[in-house]
């Protein structure tokens, strides 16, 4: 079990509990089926809200941009959020107008017309469809990062050069480099008042967000997209009513879409090109979205059910919706369809986005509803407020357009790149997407890419050495057919009978190679020669390596490495072209002498797929009991214990002087050692099912323990610690037990001892139900359910029955000991120390704060 306490079925319970219904799950397990219906919660309308008031202006912007009626980009911002909302797999993704879609767009519109267009898109929603149904959505994950963000940031550039024009009170050429070229013209006759307009839209755009006091914070929960074209359009509308505005044509002369015309195969590329770009940024936003949904809400978890039972519950934890992962099939469909009536309606092409998705999580939405909601008012405002739109200058929607082309060049990706060597794919693309469109810049960076990819492969490293009178041969990087024709020349510059070492410092090697090197060692062995073969560690490659499995039972290791020592042993030995027998080992081999090598080495210290069918494990491979035991005894003794003695003996000389007493539980998820970075002599711990302290006079006969209070005593009386910390963990089985309550002893069922101990829990549970206390919780959220709440505030008891001991209240007194209460969630690997003051009942709130990475350098150590 996981808990620290077996949890007992019995139903029945004489103590206050949550409201949860009989078949709610466990806290930590996934979240229940939902049903079909669209719940809509009141986050969801605000956020649903926000959401609209960013997409409107947005939605002009790119239709202006794109040169299609305005209108169209209000049909595809109602689309995408009502039918991709209902039909997409990311419930918290907003699709719309994209801006990554806005230079394909803008050329097939100068190729084919709109309405040709808005076949185009038809087809487009269709092929999206398709490859949903084909479930290929994760496919389109495979292509390169610097390829995406290379596409988007040359898509970003064309946005700013044409945006830049209509800003500066003129139009838009046909191309990126036109619009280059034709700027420094465009500048020349420049009038004055739609430049101040946008460069004014571009200030509140940027400015916006960081108003800086209370009134500040008051004012950026209005999007500072909206509050750029608002201020922008008002102060157009008293210093220059005659600048060029949005012109909303009358709904009935919508355009719809027409048959497509023109040669088949270009039309078929401009299908593939508008699915391909519009499919890669809903897919990337998608994930992007998700990471956002789970950094807001941390460990997915479900939200308490209504309990059978009419008694009022004492703690009211609101609903809280859990992250979950995206369907990319599903969100690709969605998409398809999308795409597919907006172009029948005449609408933009769809795209999922980032922006408005960011925007969406952040406002606190919880599901598909706001997505849903924030179409249905785009489309009612599309009814209601042309007048309102057309009052919105030109000018102020460009800037705002412009903007987004710049955010879309992002430094923090140009970083990636540069970090992963992928730059001159990245640059490659960008420069593709400018010169020649969307498509022809993907190919551009596709075709870089292969090619840095080859290179990457080919630059293998061959060296010779000498050692002893014996031949070293080093090959550095991978093997492929690229380097087997100086891999020849190197080994046939060697002499023939010879001892030599071949150092294969590489993971691959292709057949070619794999031939290569096997031919020349048949004719050095034809002619007496001693070849042998080691890897990267310096092991024998002919025979098991000497530490690809063991090498990750390093002293100190990463803790997931903590159960290496569990793997089993098989031994086998190996035989060298020597004729000498190779000493036992747990790992792969990799023999160049058998005929039946593998066309492709992969890498030898991979237990899953590399070992030979004589030493796989069976079962789950782990040891039980004291084999297990010993093994990690015998590990410590020849990997840790060699580097630690000397501080052991300097501890066993000077005795132990810790400067913390360590009060937590039992349950063996909690590394006190791990979790606070913590060594020899650092910790005076004491571990307890469920970290109680057993209130002073609470002790009875019936459940005699003193231990805890002679630790505490012996600590703070004996070793002067200078702080106590009582740490309680997420999924507490103790904590489980107490609010199930206890069995009804009797005469063939009297009270265990596990419940005489747990009777000490008793008072957590009334403070969490008595309304003279404040409820502990995590800083910014409320505890996930019943269970969380008594594990804060079991932590905030503890602390009270503390105070009350007489030593400790004594060194409390003199300021020379310190008491913090510290919650673990065991599912987050994250700690939370509890707000200081808190905890006496009478102060403030009893708020446990997340403790971040830098904490040290907040406090000023």
């Known amino acids: 079990m996981s808990a620290c306490v077996p949890t007992r079925h019995d139903r029945t319970s004489r103590s206050p509990r949550l409201s949860g219904s009989s078949g709610a799950k466990s806290p930590h397990g996934p979240p229940p089926p939902g049903g079909r219906r669209l719940r809509i919660a009141g986050a969801d309308v605000s956020a649903s809200i926000t959401v609209f008031l960013i997409a409107v202006p947005m939605s002009l912007g790119l239709a202006l941009a794109v040169g299609a009626p305005l209108e169209a980009g209000l049909v595809a911002a109602a689309v995408g959020g009502i039918v991709a909302g209902l039909f997409g797999g990311t419930p918290l993704q907003v699709s719309g107008p994209s801006a990554g879609l806005t230079v394909v767009t803008a050329e097939l519109i100068q190729i084919y017309g709109w309405r040709t267009t808005c076949a185009i898109t038809i087809g487009a929603g269709l092929l999206q469809i398709l490859l949903g149904t084909l479930r290929a959505a994760r496919n389109a994950l495979a292509v390169s990062p610097a390829i995406v963000h290379g596409t988007l940031a040359g898509i970003g550039v064309a946005i700013a050069l044409a945006q830049l024009h209509i800003m500066l009170g003129g139009s838009p050429q046909s191309s990126v480099v036109a619009n280059a070229l034709a700027l420094p013209e465009q500048l020349a006759g420049v009038g004055p008042a739609a430049p101040l307009i946008g460069v004014l839209t571009i200030a509140v755009l940027l400015l916006w967000p960081r108003l800086p006091g209370r009134a500040g914070r008051t004012v950026r929960r209005i999007p500072a997209a909206l509050a750029s074209v608002v201020v922008a359009t008002a102060v157009a509308a008293v210093a220059t009513p005659g600048l060029a505005r949005v012109d909303l044509p009358s709904w009935r002369s919508h355009a719809l879409p027409e048959l497509p015309q023109g040669p088949v195969l270009a039309l078929a590329t401009a299908v593939f090109t508008v699915m391909l770009v519009a499919s890669l940024e809903s897919l990337l936003a998608a994930v992007a979205v998700d990471r956002l949904a789970a950094d807001r809400s941390g460990e997915p978890t479900p939200a308490p059910t209504a309990s059978s039972t009419p008694a009022p519950s004492p703690i009211a934890v609101p609903p809280r919706v859990p992250p979950q992962g995206s369907d990319l099939d599903r969100e690709l469909r969605g998409q398809g369809v999308a795409n597919t009536l907006t172009g029948l309606l005449g609408g933009l092409p769809v795209a999922g986005g980032v922006v408005r998705g960011s925007a969406n999580v952040r406002a606190g939405a919880t599901g598909r509803a706001s997505t849903v909601l924030h179409g249905v008012w785009v489309l009612l405002a599309a009814g209601l407020l042309v007048t309102v739109f057309e009052w919105i200058p030109l000018a102020a929607l460009a800037a705002l357009v412009m903007v987004v082309g710049i955010q879309m060049v992002s430094f923090a990706h140009i970083r990636n790149v540069r970090r992963h060597r992928e730059f001159p794919v990245y640059a490659a693309t960008v420069a593709g997407v400018v010169a020649f469109g969307a498509l022809a810049g993907v190919a551009v960076g596709v075709a870089v890419a292969v090619v840095v990819s080859l290179h990457r492969l080919g630059r293998t490293r061959i060296t010779v050495t000498e050692r002893d009178g014996r031949h070293v041969v080093t090959v550095h990087g991978q093997l492929t057919f690229l380097a087997v024709p100086r891999l020849t020349r190197t080994l046939g510059q060697l002499p023939p009978g010879i001892d030599a070492t071949v150092e294969l410092d590489g ?23 001693r070849i042998a073969f080691t890897g990267r560690s310096g092991s024998r490659i002919a025979e098991p390596a000497a530490a690809a499995v063991s090498s990750c039972c390093r002293p100190w290791t990463p803790w997931r490495n903590h159960h290496c020592h569990d793997r089993p042993t098989h031994p086998t030995g190996t035989t060298d072209n020597t004729g000498t027998t190779g000493t036992t080992r747990t790992t792969a081999t990799t023999d160049l002498t058998s005929p039946t090598a593998p066309e492709a080495t992969a890498n030898p210290a991979d237990p899953a797929g590399s070992l030979p069918s004589t030493t796989r494990p069976t079962g789950d491979g782990r040891k039980s009991g004291a084999h297990r035991l010993l093994s990690g005894l015998s590990s410590f003794q020849r990997n840790t214990a060699p580097l630690v003695r000397d501080e052991l003996a300097r501890l066993a000389s000077e005795g132990q002087s810790p400067s913390q007493l360590f009060i937590t539980c039992a349950d063996s998820r909690l590394v006190t050692s791990m979790i606070t970075s913590s060594g020899p002599g650092d910790l005076f711990t004491v571990r307890n099912v469920g970290n109680l302290v057993p209130a002073p006079g609470s002790v009875s006969a019936e459940s005699g323990d003193d231990s805890v209070a002679a630790a505490i005593e012996y600590a703070v009386d004996v070793l002067r610690v200078e702080s ?55 800083s910014g959220r409320l505890p996930a359910d019943e269970v969380e709440q008594l594990c804060l505030t ?42 200081e003051g808190a905890g006496s009942g009478t102060g403030p709130a009893e708020v446990f704060d997340r403790v971040g990475t830098g904490e040290l350098e907040r406090a000023g150590v």
């Open 507 to 529: 993971f691959f090697m292709d057949h070619a190679a794999y031939e290569a090197i096997r031919a020349w060692r048949g004719a050095q062995l034809a002619q007496g020669g």
């Open 724 to 778: 106590i910390t009582v740490c309680g963990h997420s999924g507490c089985g103790a904590m489980q037990a107490l609010l199930k309550g206890e069995p009804e002893p009797g005469p063939d069922r009297p009270r265990t001892p596990l419940w005489r101990w747990l009777r000490h829990g008793l008072p957590s549970l009334e403070r969490m139900a008595s309304r003279r206390h404040s409820w502990a919780r995590i």
């Open 794 to 835: 079991n932590v905030v008891q503890q602390l009270e029955h503390l105070r009350a001991n007489e030593g400790v209240a004594r060194r409390l007194a003199e300021g020379t000991l310190q008491l913090q209460g510290m919650y673990f969630h065991v599912g987050e690997a994250q700690a939370y120390l509890l707000t």
